[in-house]
């Protein structure tokens, strides 16, 4: 490999053979022409008996072998001329500029044959072998560049640019092995990408079409399901990675210890039930604060920069109450996310009247009965609104069949009941049912970040058509319990 030291290590030999080319035409010159540089009082002593001890040596013997010597010196010199890159260099214009500087470079000698003065007999010989020795040299230099381009077929430098990798297979009962290939002193090379800790967090980046699934993401279900994880899949494009999950646990299911069982959340045909609110989850108000953090961000993104406003807070105290009134009542037998949006759309008297039952969240809906006793109807509504008009969209059939049921538990990597998880979304949908999917991936994830559990892998598709905070938090504690993290996005100014 080229490196800058070695350029210019070249560029300097290059330079001195060049001149003394140019130093053994200038002494053939002096020797030829000697009268008219005697005549023009450009000699001295020294100088000749400097030039006459050089003469000795034979190489300035008649007029063709100096001649020959400068030129043979030029043409060294031009071998690793490099120059400037030019589309528009003429193998018709490299041929003018050669015949006609060799012509005049060595026809020259007939003007010493010349009846005139020395004086200009030297300015003809000098002026003519000056002009052809130039023409040679801009011809030899347009020609070395044409056969280098020639020969240069690695036209973006890839060859250059290219270093060794890894071609050995890391492996553990945790890794990821991506098998890839690599060229390397123009050779096809076999490689692998060892992710040794998968636990650290993986980011696969990708414009679409690069490759993402194909390439990354199949293989981590495929390898981690091979080696007894747990997985929870979001699936941005239903049902391609669920597909996959479901027929490597058929193939590798005797690799766990207690097999797992396979759930699909569909949110347009659904196969399986499940609660994101299940009361188990709910541990403490901090737990439906959070719920309603997710559920409102999710189905408002813009309000993500507004955090901290009067009416976006309104709204999340507002959820939050709700959710944990459905928590404590009769041991949450109703905390759904369809209970809640219907209780909601009750008018504000009976509403309020009921909420008031429970102490805990008195402070939270405090600022409403004190709006609803002064009859201050529009800031009551203005902080109510965006929350009702917001989980007005998720009111259909099919998401309060698929949310209020209780066919699993999303503690994935239960020892005792392990699970593979599937959630799929609708790329035509995003708006509506990735706020339900973030909130049921923001309970898996609380669930799953635990101690003394299976390990575990969480893949995340396009990522950012979710809402998630915190995930850098995630990563960094989850490492410990052995909770492994894809996500593929885009693009990182996605994240």
């Not at 030029?74 to 012509?103: C, F, M, P, W």
């Not at 049921?405 to 959630?423: A, R």
């Amino acid at each position: 490999m080229n490196t800058g030291e070695d350029i210019q290590g070249l560029r300097k030999i290059t330079d001195f053979t060049r001149l003394i080319s140019i130093f053994i035409l200038a002494i053939h010159f002096y020797l030829c022409c000697y009268q008219a540089f005697k005549a023009w009082g450009w000699t001295a002593e020294i100088t000749d008996r400097l030039i006459a001890n050089i003469a000795r040596t034979g190489l300035f013997r008649g007029i063709l072998i100096p001649k020959l010597s400068a030129l043979l010196m030029l043409i060294v010199s031009l071998v690793a001329v490099k120059g400037r890159k030019d589309e528009k260099i003429q193998k018709n214009a490299i041929v003018a500029y050669l015949l006609t500087g060799l012509l005049l470079y060595f026809i020259s000698a007939l003007c010493l044959y010349l009846n005139a003065p020395a004086q200009i007999v030297a300015l003809l010989y000098m002026a003519i072998t000056a002009i052809g020795y130039l023409l040679i040299l801009t011809g030899g230099a347009m020609l070395t560049r044409l056969i280098k381009n020639g020969l240069n077929k690695d036209v973006f430098n890839s060859e250059n640019e290219t270093f060794p990798q890894e071609e050995r297979l890391l492996e553990n009962e945790y890794s990821i092995n991506l098998q890839a290939k690599y060229r390397l002193r123009n050779k096809v090379r076999d490689s692998w990408i060892n992710v040794i800790n998968p636990f650290r967090g993986i980011l696969v980046a990708g414009t679409p079409g690069a490759g993402k699934t194909y390439f990354v993401i199949r293989h981590i279900i495929d390898q981690h399901i091979k080696k007894g994880f747990s997985m929870f899949i979001y699936d941005f494009k239903f049902d391609d990675l669920s597909k996959i999950a479901y027929n490597k646990l058929l193939k590798y299911h005797r690799n766990y210890k207690v097999k797992p069982k396979f759930y699909a959340i569909d949110l347009e045909n659904p196969k399986h039930r499940c609660n994101p609110l299940s009361p188990e989850g709910m541990e403490d108000i901090t737990d439906a604060a959070e719920a309603s953090r997710t559920i409102m961000l999710g189905l408002n993104r813009d309000w993500i920069k507004k955090q901290g406003d009067f009416f976006v807070e309104s709204a999340f105290n507002f959820v939050t109450a709700v959710i944990w009134y459905l928590r404590k009542y009769k041991e949450g037998k109703y905390c759904t996310l369809p209970h809640l949006i219907e209780l909601i759309q009750f008018d504000y008297d009976p509403l309020f009247a009921i909420l008031k039952e429970e102490e805990e969240i008195i402070p939270l809906i405090n600022p409403f009965i004190s709006a609803l006793q002064r009859k201050a109807m529009p800031q009551l509504e203005g902080q109510i609104a965006s929350a009702k008009i917001g989980l007005a969209r998720l009111s259909s059939p099919q998401l309060y069949y698929v949310l209020s049921g209780n066919d699993f538990t999303l503690d994935l990597n239960n020892p005792e009941e392990p699970k593979i998880i599937c959630v799929g979304n609708n790329p035509q949908k995003l708006q509506v049912y990735g706020a339900v999917l973030s909130l049921y991936i923001s309970r898996v994830i609380k669930l799953v970040n635990r101690k003394g559990r299976l390990k575990s892998s969480l893949i995340f598709d396009e990522f950012p058509t979710i809402f998630f905070n915190n995930m850098d938090s995630l990563i960094a504690t989850a490492r410990s319990n052995k909770v492994s993290t894809t996500i593929a996005v885009q693009s990182t100014e996605q994240l």
